[in-house]
């Protein structure tokens, strides 16, 4: 049996977000959606975090720090991808710093549409990952 | 073989009591926010799901002091609720916050480094409050034996209202909450991402958790104490005081740390040495 399901933990980043989705990722924290209900905490640091939630598309200077705050997440994790901009570039993909989505970069679990992502399709999308996040988990657990 | 017994159920039960309370803390927190909030059972989902973590270790010497810091928690409620000594108790506390410490300095991350500094003045912050509590305890019954604290004929409230004040104050930095929380940040405040406990992953930070529940346990057993001849006031008192502390933790702005060190040795000396050096009067 895994807990995941009960206590995923995020990381939220921003890239080069114009803080459209920003703004829909924390009004899930607001008393309105409330996404602590499900024992989702924001935790700001990646090595407790179980979900990697990345704004904005990925551009030359940011690169390495995506990498940076993904190599130090514990495994199981999962990558989740909010808005058009990070799903693939969307408004900012002909700009010249630009690399696209953040598929460029690192595995991409889900991809959360919108410009901006509204903040129910946000909890959709988490929740989906964390059907990934489970399998991970058992995926893990089998090639042991 | 009764100090063996209530040494297994306090091992067994306390983490089941700490992390309902901690869930309770949680549940009311969100309810203060006009959230819903998690399921009461929620600290327990954490854990289990911690435990089912990779755990990455940054430097080896830190599973060790984790583990230290537990053992030493989990030896002072054991000593504290067998009636043993309260200066031990007092000591082994002091040991495993050390090692709790030690721990963060030994992953070498700016963020832990500096949550171990502020954690390290929170402790000299609140550690003259906690021996005056022993102090003023053994001029009331002559002991620092709790069981001989316990059977005192008359609450020691009566006597030592100075130093349970000052012993209310410093419970709130002992137990990590809001305006003292600055050596680790709850979720929603993260200026130095998660303090002392930023490079501690998976099992570790599980068991880290479990010591909080331990500890917590303990605090409010202190907190009875001061009731003691009156169980159920006690027990009620404790509770009240819990509560009366998720609420100044959801009040209150985090503070730095002057003002954490100056105000707490201000009420050390104020509530409680006044306390004591009145009833060192009335004794002599
Ligand atoms: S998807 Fe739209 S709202 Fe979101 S960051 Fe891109 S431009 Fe802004």
Same mark, same amino acid.
């Given at each position: ?144 | ?96 916050? @050390? $090692? ?9 991350? !700016?963020?832990?480094? #500096? +949550?171990?500094?502020?954690? &390290? %003045? ?94 917590? @346990? $303990? ?9 003691? !001849?009156?169980?159920? #006031? +006690?027990?009620?008192?404790? &509770? %009240? ?44």
């Amino acid at each position: 049996m895994s807990f995941f399901k009960k206590s995923p933990w995020l990381i939220h980043y921003d890239g080069s977000s114009c803080n459209g989705c920003d703004i829909e990722v924390l009004a899930c924290l607001t008393p309105v959606y409330d996404i602590e209900r499900f024992g989702i905490i924001n935790t700001g640091n990646p090595k407790h975090a179980d979900i990697f939630l990345i704004t904005g598309a990925v551009n030359e200077q940011n690169k390495e720090v995506i990498l940076n705050i993904y190599s130090q997440m514990p495994d199981p994790k999962v990558v989740i991808a909010v808005g058009a901009c990070a799903s693939s570039g969307g408004i900012c993909a002909e700009g010249y710093n630009i690399l696209g989505g953040v598929d460029k970069l690192i595995p991409v679990d889900v991809y959360v549409p919108g410009c901006a992502a509204r903040p129910e399709a946000i909890i959709d999308g988490v929740v989906k990952g964390l059907e990934v996040l489970e399998n991970k988990y058992r995926n893990k657990n089998k090639k042991k | 073989m009764r100090i063996l017994i209530t040494s297994i159920l306090f091992i067994l039960l306390t983490p089941i009591a700490g992390g309902l309370l901690a869930g309770v803390d949680r549940v009311i927190s969100a309810r203060m926010q006009k959230r819903v909030g998690p399921s009461i059972l929620q600290p327990f989902y954490d854990v289990l799901k911690l435990f089912q973590k990779e755990n990455v270790v940054v430097n080896v010497s830190q599973n060790l002091y984790v583990f230290s810091f537990l053992f030493f928690t989990i030896f002072t409620g054991v000593l504290f609720f067998i009636g043993g000594d309260i200066l031990l108790t007092v000591f082994s506390s002091t040991l495993a916050g @050390i $090692f709790f410490i030690l721990g963060g300095y030994s992953t070498h991350s !700016p963020y832990s480094f #500096l +949550g171990s500094e502020r954690e &390290l %003045i929170s402790m000299v912050s609140d550690e003259p409050m906690v021996i005056l509590m022993a102090i003023g305890m053994y001029m009331v019954t002559q002991s620092f034996l709790i069981r001989d604290i316990i059977a005192f004929n008359q609450p020691i409230i009566y006597y030592l209202p100075g130093v349970f004040i000052g012993y209310l104050f410093v419970l709130t930095i002992k137990m990590k909450k809001s305006p003292f929380d600055l050596s680790m940040s709850h979720h929603a405040h993260q200026e130095i991402v998660s303090g002392i406990t930023t490079e501690f992953s998976g099992k570790s930070l599980a068991l880290i958790e479990i010591a909080h529940w331990y500890e917590n @346990i $303990f605090l409010l057993g202190t907190v009875f104490l001061f009731f003691a !001849p009156k169980p159920i #006031l +006690g027990v009620m008192m404790s &509770l %009240i005081i819990y509560l009366v502390e998720i609420f100044i933790d959801n009040t209150n702005a985090r503070v730095k740390w002057q003002w954490l060190f100056k105000s707490s040795w201000f009420v050390a000396l104020c509530a409680g040495a006044v306390n004591i050096f009145v009833l060192f009067i009335n004794q002599s």
